[in-house]
């Protein structure tokens, strides 16, 4: 059991509305990394926050924005949903920004109509 | 940037071994990951590489070629369970702020049949 959680499920959204996705971490991981996986592809970064900063970011537009909190849960917000973010986002937690271990949530599956 | 290649499917029998190749070009390299994804599951660790040669845990085992950019994972003894898609993603080097960027390859589909 990885202890990394996310919420909701399951979303529907309509294009040009806002989407904000929750991660919690596992205990005493520090680090939180967001992904997006289109059906039949690899996740894809996102960016990655480390003790309530972002800390790396992928080729994303700035619409893609997270927050991390002191606790160390974390948020993906997006802006303007395109038809094109329908996907499955995972957040994986880690001790630190170079460990080895990445523990993925059970992803939120987000369809844009 | 990273371009990792890996099979898109491969179909093999239960009981039989499996080996699924990866091969990968990038700026730079700090650790190659294999992740086994269920349909609809979130994926799973199953192997980290650092230095060259085999590393085995039980049924699996993963292979490091850092000179020739390629890795391989090995299932043994199949199972049906093993049907599930296989990524192969490559940790690069640390960037300003101490962040590594781990980028996915896009899959291989494993079925096992009876």
């Known amino acids: 059991e990885t202890g990394v959680t996310q919420s909701p499920t399951h979303l529907i959204k309509t294009r040009g509305q806002q989407v904000t996705l929750r991660c919690s971490s596992q205990?005493?991981?520090?680090?939180v990394s967001w992904y997006q996986q289109a059906l039949g592809q690899g996740p894809q970064f996102i960016f990655q926050y480390y003790r309530e900063e972002e800390n790396g970011r992928g080729n994303f537009p700035p619409r893609f924005s997270g927050l991390q909190f002191p606790n160390y849960s974390s948020e993906l917000n997006v802006n303007a949903l395109e038809l094109d973010d329908s996907a499955l986002y995972l957040c994986?937690?880690?001790?630190?920004?170079?460990?080895?271990?990445?523990?993925f949530g059970p992803g939120t599956r987000l369809t844009v109509t | 940037g990273q371009n990792i290649d890996q099979p898109t499917e491969m179909t093999a029998t239960e009981g039989a071994i499996v080996q699924i190749n990866c091969t990968y070009q990038t700026s730079g390299f700090n650790g190659l990951f294999w992740y086994q994804q269920h349909a609809g599951e979130a994926p799973t660790f199953l192997s980290y590489n650092v230095l060259d040669g085999l590393e085995e845990k039980g049924r699996f085992s993963s292979f490091l070629s850092r000179s020739k950019g390629y890795s391989y994972l090995l299932l043994k003894e199949l199972q049906m369970k093993d049907s599930a898609s296989y990524l192969c993603a490559v940790r690069d080097d640390r960037h300003s702020g101490g962040y590594q960027k781990v980028t996915f390859g896009t899959g291989t589909k494993l079925q096992v049949i009876p």
């Open positions: 994986a937690s880690s001790p630190g920004t170079g460990s080895d271990e990445q523990y």
């Open positions: 205990s005493g991981h520090n680090t």
